[in-house]
């Protein structure tokens, strides 16, 4: 983050909560998710990095027992203010819940948290685009918590604690992906994350002349928390059947062709479908992993095509927007590969392209998109940055 920023912001906080003496700065990264769609609840791989666009949080202890909080993007909000014996109280629709969630977890864990704070928050992460600005928060209130309260809380657990915010209180069924990405993204580099052992690498993003392009939708919220946990349901419930026979504790363990030697078990067209795309992009993931490993963009790029057609056709979270874009950008020359990201129904879609393109590509996809869907869409290359931090 630029020092102009942080001065705005600084300056903005002393607006807000009277005076900045004493503030610190924080920030937390919002993902994209390269490959391994919807295979984290399934036990199986995701292929995500941070990027450098996220949400930015500056705190400072206060030594009361209250919490106020104030968005720079929700300033018509106001104050938001609650004392630590409401933390269990949600509001609809308040991104204070977040905050709540996360201190909620960490006491249930164990950790002290015996005062009050003030958190001025940036976001840059456009909400509802799948780049996970929900995850990019909780892992700032995480790092914010552990900071003003000294508690040295391990990352995973800091990663797990974010998770079980968005379980247990906001109350959707997500996996690891989105706050393993937040919490351990580096610079520059991709994490392998085998969800069921939680195993991880590191991998170098060397991309050569190529560049990732974000393609925002921009589509209003869907029904994006709803059809998630129903997705979550129909998988949960092909395994549950496959264990009539199988010894298997997530359909990540499968095969593709153990997978299809077993598809009676399950007997119900759909729910064979949404388990087929986690088995089968499971497997993928791995082999676009060695693929990008060993340079191989080429090959990598028809496993971008091959996720997009499996979360389109079989597990069917794409939709007209998400099709447009990649399917659009696919075609063209000068892209390797182009696929939705994220929980997908809207948001965003990541396409490999050639750097000397990059402006021919947005601007054909761009105008394909105007025509077909009747409002346009965004672009933005994206850098791979660093995880959830104190500046
Ligand atoms: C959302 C969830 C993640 C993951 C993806 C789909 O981002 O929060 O846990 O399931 O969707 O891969």
Not at 104 to 131: C, H, N, R, W
Not at 324 to 341: H, I, N, P, S, Y
Request: with cysteine; net charge negative; hydrophobic share 40%.
């Amino acid at each position: 983050m630029t020092s102009k920023k942080t001065a705005q912001l600084t300056e903005k906080f002393a607006e807000v909560f009277g005076d900045a003496d004493g503030v610190a700065t924080f920030f937390s990264p919002g993902r994209i998710n390269l490959i391994g769609e919807h295979t984290d609840y399934n036990g199986g791989y995701v292929f995500p990095a941070a990027i450098t666009i996220g949400t930015t949080g500056l705190a400072r202890l206060r030594e009361d027992d209250k919490i106020r909080l104030f968005s720079v993007n929700y300033p018509e909000a106001g104050i938001i203010e609650f004392d630590l014996s409401e933390v269990k109280d949600k509001v609809e629709g308040s991104w204070g819940n977040f905050v709540k969630g996360m201190i909620v977890m960490f006491q249930g864990a164990g950790y002290t948290i015996d005062k009050g704070f003030e958190l001025l928050i940036e976001g840059e992460i456009p909400t509802a685009s799948g780049l996970s600005s929900s995850a990019s928060l909780e892992l700032l209130v995480g790092v914010v918590l552990d900071d003003l309260f000294n508690l040295n809380v391990p990352r995973l657990e800091l990663v797990q604690l974010g998770q079980k915010t968005e379980n247990d209180f906001i109350g959707v069924n997500s996996g690891i992906l989105d706050q393993f990405a937040i919490g351990f993204g580096k610079k520059d580099e991709a994490i392998l994350l085998d969800c069921n052992t939680l195993a991880y690498e590191m991998v170098p993003v060397q991309l050569w002349d190529y560049s990732i392009v974000i393609m925002n939708t921009k589509k209003p919220r869907a029904l994006t928390e709803s059809k998630y946990n129903e997705r979550f349901a129909q998988t949960r419930e092909a395994l549950k059947r496959m264990q009539s026979k199988l010894d298997i504790k997530a359909l990540g363990e499968l095969s593709n062709e153990e997978f299809e030697a077993n598809t009676d078990l399950i007997g119900d067209e759909t729910l064979i479908k949404r388990a087929r795309h986690a088995v089968y992009e499971n497997n993928r993931t791995k082999i676009a992993k060695a693929a990008f490993v060993a340079g191989d963009l080429v090959k990598f790029g028809k496993l971008l095509n091959a996720s997009h057609e499996s979360l389109k056709n079989d597990y069917e979270v794409t939709g007209i927007e998400l099709d447009t874009l990649a399917e659009t950008a696919q075609k063209l020359d000068g892209v390797l590969g182009a696929r939705m990201t994220g929980a997908g129904f809207g948001g965003c879609a990541i396409a490999l392209v050639e750097s000397d393109k990059i402006d021919e590509v947005e601007q054909i996809v761009g105008e394909t998109y105007a025509r077909v869907i009747g409002y346009p869409a965004e672009f933005y290359v994206a850098q791979i940055g660093d995880g959830a931090k104190k500046l």
